[in-house]
């Protein structure tokens, strides 16, 4: 009996580099959620920790960046280049589940995420805090975030935060839900996985 076709490696490494940082990124969507991040900045590294473990997403960062003036570009930039990277290993997208969604429980905090790996960036951001910094970092700097990622990555991202009062829960229980909404969606449909998940055959314009 002939084996069974494999499904092939989507991987990405690529590397980012401006005048305000450099990052390294190296991630496989079909992994075990392992990580090695290492931004610089504390509170991120532990964010971008869990979207690998719970979007059973292997992931190795490495970013050094202007902290001096801020955590602005770091923020922004990994987010672009872990994006980026997952664009690289979905390739033309064939095959993929496409929309994913997840609701997220932390303690008092209740977050949901819907994603469409469409090609056609978008980010809708209903989530407030109540404190202007969560450590060192500036709690906008999250929006920033999520934005360059959707953009990056070619997702239409809906991120909204229910309810919750402590704001360290509801940045986690964002990146979770994500995570989460993102396993869904890169999984690869047993029933289609010859096929783009589009009426046109290829994903991105206005369908």
């Not at 084996?3 to 450099?22: C, G, N, S």
């Not at 989530?127 to 202007?132: I, L």
């Not at 060192?136 to 809906?158: K, S």
């Amino acid at each position: 009996m002939d084996a069974a076709p494999k499904t092939p490696a989507r991987r990405a490494k690529l590397e980012r580099a401006t005048t305000e940082t450099r990052i390294a990124v190296e991630l496989d969507l079909d992994g075990a959620g392992a990580y090695d991040v290492k931004t610089g900045v504390g509170f991120l590294d532990h964010m971008l920790e869990q979207l690998s473990r719970h979007g059973l997403i292997d992931l190795r960062v490495r970013a050094e960046g202007d902290l001096h003036i801020d955590f602005h570009h770091t923020t922004e930039d990994s987010g672009i280049a872990i994006g980026t990277a997952i664009s690289q290993a979905l390739g033309d997208r064939r095959g993929i589940r496409r929309y994913g969604d997840a609701l997220i429980p932390m303690d008092e905090t209740l977050t949901r995420v819907a994603i469409d790996l469409s090609n056609r960036p978008y980010l809708v951001w209903k989530v407030a805090f109540t404190r202007d910094k969560i450590g060192e970092m500036d709690t906008e700097l999250f929006r920033e975030w999520f934005q360059a990622f959707a953009v990056a990555a070619g997702a239409t991202l809906h991120v909204e935060t229910l309810y919750g009062e402590n704001n360290h829960h509801i940045v986690e229980s964002c990146f979770k839900a994500l995570a989460r909404a993102l396993r869904a969606a890169v999984e690869i449909d047993p029933r289609k996985a010859d096929a783009v998940p589009s009426t046109k055959g290829v994903l991105g314009g206005s369908l």
